[in-house]
């Protein structure tokens, strides 16, 4: 039985890894650094800031400037605020869940908050957010689904986990929850991108107006 039902943020509430992919490779062009975009939604989606600026100075040779980061969140949250919708359907999911639900993001507080409240979805999820500042290890480590588990009050193996990134997947079953991986992102038709072989969630969603046709008993 599920009683709760964990989302990712980025790629599975929000739509946002096609602008978080762009502004990155834009900051970096103009730093002289030149990553692909395929290569930014292939390698770092999923990846907390710190992983991705280290994998991006093992490529650069050298690190990133302490100044980067800032600057790119700024920037990143004015396209945020101008571009950033929910994902289709979300809205409509969480309104007719018949059990609780959260988010757990890899994000920054900072950022999961202000992506929420870009999206309208902030009021939904209120003080239920919970961020990989607040654990030791990141994903695909399942600290942050345990976390919120445990905040919630709920059995991990009662928890539901909707996740879009491999390492998210992992993670959730690494915490012994049921793991839905939603391939609807538009990330995922931007590079053409399949699931890690050796990754097999419990369940494939394409389109979350599809959600309920899973679980049925978890719609009101």
Avoid at 145 to 164: G, R, S, T
Avoid at 188 to 205: E, G, N, Q, V, W
């Amino acid at each position: 039985m599920i009683s709760l039902v964990i989302f990712d943020c980025d790629g599975v509430l929000i739509d946002s890894e096609i602008i978080s992919a762009t502004t990155l490779v834009e900051a970096l062009t103009e730093h002289g650094i030149a990553i692909e975009m395929g290569h930014v939604l292939e390698h770092f989606i999923g990846h907390p800031y710190a992983v991705v600026a280290g994998k991006i100075a093992t490529m650069a040779g050298a690190p990133l400037p302490a100044s980067f980061e800032s600057a790119y969140r700024i920037r990143l949250a004015q396209r945020f605020e101008a571009e950033l919708r929910p994902t289709p359907g979300v809205r409509d999911v969480l309104d007719q869940l018949a059990v609780p639900y959260c988010a757990a993001t890899s994000s920054s507080p900072e950022r999961a908050h202000h992506s929420l409240r870009a999206a309208g979805l902030a009021e939904r999820f209120r003080d239920r957010v919970f961020t990989v500042s607040m654990v030791d290890r990141p994903k695909p480590a399942p600290d942050l689904f345990l976390h919120a588990a445990a905040v919630m009050d709920v059995d991990p193996k009662h928890c539901l986990v909707v996740e879009d990134s491999d390492l998210g997947i992992a993670a959730a079953q690494a915490a012994g929850m049921i793991a839905w991986q939603f391939t609807g992102g538009s990330h995922y038709a931007a590079c053409h991108r399949m699931p890690a072989p050796d990754i097999k969630p419990d369940r494939s969603l394409r389109d979350m107006r599809d959600f309920f046709a899973g679980a049925p008993h978890l719609r009101r």
